[in-house]
């Protein structure tokens, strides 16, 4: 008995607080949807509550839990949302491969986060969600990647239509980031910056 409690004590244990964020209609109910329940509805009803739901996943002996916020309806109350992003550990901003104002739209989304919890203290996505669509894409990969890449963002284009592959690497790679990024985890439910990496790191532009 003294070795089981011994070995759970060993276990630790995080919350990783997740926000989506993007216009109304971009997917982002259906990914959480796809990850949390491996299922998509395309009738889905668009709730004006928000709601979340929790994963739990165990890395090198400690357990994540990762409490997922859906923003859904939220687009329309600012100002309710931006109550939602404080204090978030990874952020998870979405667009539509098929709308461009929806991409344009990630600005605004991405000055809400800076606002809120400037620009350093969580990991960030940029996600085009409904890959599947490619007849209609009006959202280029390229286009894509440049904006994720101008905001230090991991960079994923996912269908939670067609493929739950894609939305499960893009947790994990979030994960791993933060884990990476934030080795430290406080009595305060905080993530603190390992010294000894190199914060914000640039990634190589074009030379020449
Ligand atoms: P939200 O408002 O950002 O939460 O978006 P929803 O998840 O409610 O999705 C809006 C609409 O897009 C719904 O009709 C979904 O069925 C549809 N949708 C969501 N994800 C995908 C996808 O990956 N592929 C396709 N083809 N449709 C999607
Ligand atoms: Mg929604």
Redesign the pocket.
């Known amino acids: 008995l003294i070795n089981i409690l011994m070995s759970e004590d060993k276990v630790g244990f995080r919350e990783v607080k997740t926000i989506l964020l ?10 959480i ?1 796809r990850y949390v329940n491996n299922r ?5 009803p ?1 709730s004006l509550c928000s709601s979340s739901n929790e994963v739990e996943i165990i890395k090198d002996d400690i357990n994540y839990k990762l409490i997922i916020w ?1 923003t ?1 309806g939220q687009e329309v109350y600012h100002s309710l949302t931006n109550l939602f992003i404080k204090g978030s550990n990874i952020v998870i901003l ?1 667009y ?1 491969v098929n709308s461009l104002s929806s991409f344009e739209g990630l600005k605004y989304w991405h000055k809400s986060l800076v606002d809120n919890i400037g620009a350093n203290n969580y990991v960030l996505a940029v996600v085009g ?5 490619v007849n209609e894409e009006v959202v280029t990969e390229e286009q894509g990647k440049e904006f994720a890449d101008e905001k230090n963002a991991i960079f994923k284009l ?5 493929n739950s592959k894609g939305i499960h690497e893009l947790f994990d790679l979030l994960l791993e980031e933060l884990i990476e990024k934030f080795p430290n985890y406080d009595e305060n439910k905080s993530y603190n910056y390992n010294p000894k990496k190199k914060i914000g790191k640039k990634k190589k532009r074009h030379c020449c």
Do not use: C, R
Not at 22 to 31: A, F, L, N, P
Not at 40 to 44: G, I, R, S, T, W
Not at 129 to 133: A, H, N, P, R
């Open positions: 993007g216009d109304s209609g971009v997917g982002k109910t259906s990914i949807n998509f509805n395309p009738d889905l668009s859906d859904s979405t539509a969600s409904k890959m599947d669509l996912v269908s939670a239509k067609e």
